[in-house]
């Protein structure tokens, strides 16, 4: 007969989670983030200037009227990728779209309400999908992208069609462990976009132009 496992209080794991107190540990909120890049024609992989990413204009505080990718807060019964799914449909009326979990931001002061982990998503379409405000949304852009490198500054132009132009700049910091490179990216400058979306914005464009930032 196998002998039941017990913690160091003698307690199985049937009477551990029978008495576990999640109000021991206070929690931080979760939300998922989308960078969508829509892919006009062939690009320059130095440039990116033949595609756009949707951005939406937020309809609420903090950082009311400000833009940023469309997003919000996971359900409890919901898969992150369900959530990412939801959360888009809801802001944008895009949907079925196949999402890629890009990288988890989790800056203990990256949002003014509490403390809030994101999880930011990416995806790449070639079609001439329109979007549609909705939600928290007060409006849905395609924005042109163009971005370029000074030295260890990254400077980034977002424009769409209404002659609106946001200018983020980051500074791109290089470290190495062993012989691996690794890239971060700092905000200098937000240039009218909301929280640390600028900085999601410079690790998808990495990861879109095949780390060649």
């Given at each position: 007969?196998i ?6 209080e ?14 021991k ?6 939300t ?5 890049f ?10 990116c ?11 609420n ?23 990412a ?5 809801e802001?944008?009326?895009?949907s ?5 979990q890009l ?10 309400r509490?403390?809030?982990i ?11 999908m ?10 849905a ?7 370029e ?17 946001l200018t ?10 062993g ?17 640390d ?7 998808a ?9």
């Open positions: 007969m002998e039941e496992l017990r913690n160091l003698g307690k199985t794991e049937e009477e551990f989670l029978r008495d576990y107190d999640s109000s540990y206070r929690k931080p909120s979760v998922v983030d989308m960078v969508i829509k892919k006009e024609n062939a690009y320059d992989d130095q440039v200037n033949n595609f756009k990413v949707l951005l939406i204009k937020r309809g505080f903090p950082d009311i009227g400000k833009w940023a990718f469309p997003g919000g807060f996971i359900e409890m019964e919901e898969d992150l990728e369900e959530s799914a939801r959360e888009l449909e802001e944008t009326g895009l079925g779209i196949y999402l890629q990288r988890t931001f989790g800056t203990v002061d990256r949002d003014k509490d403390r809030v994101t999880v930011a998503y990416m995806a790449i379409i070639d079609e001439d329109k979007a549609i405000a909705g939600d928290d949304a007060a409006e852009k395609w924005f042109d992208l163009n971005f490198i000074d030295k260890d500054i990254l400077n980034i132009e977002l424009s769409n069609e209404d002659g609106l132009k983020p700049q980051l500074k791109i910091i290089s470290k190495y462990f012989r691996r490179q690794v890239l971060r990216f700092s905000i200098i400058d937000r240039g009218g976009i909301a929280s979306h600028s900085e999601i914005l410079a690790y464009l990495n990861k879109l132009t095949n780390s060649l930032i």
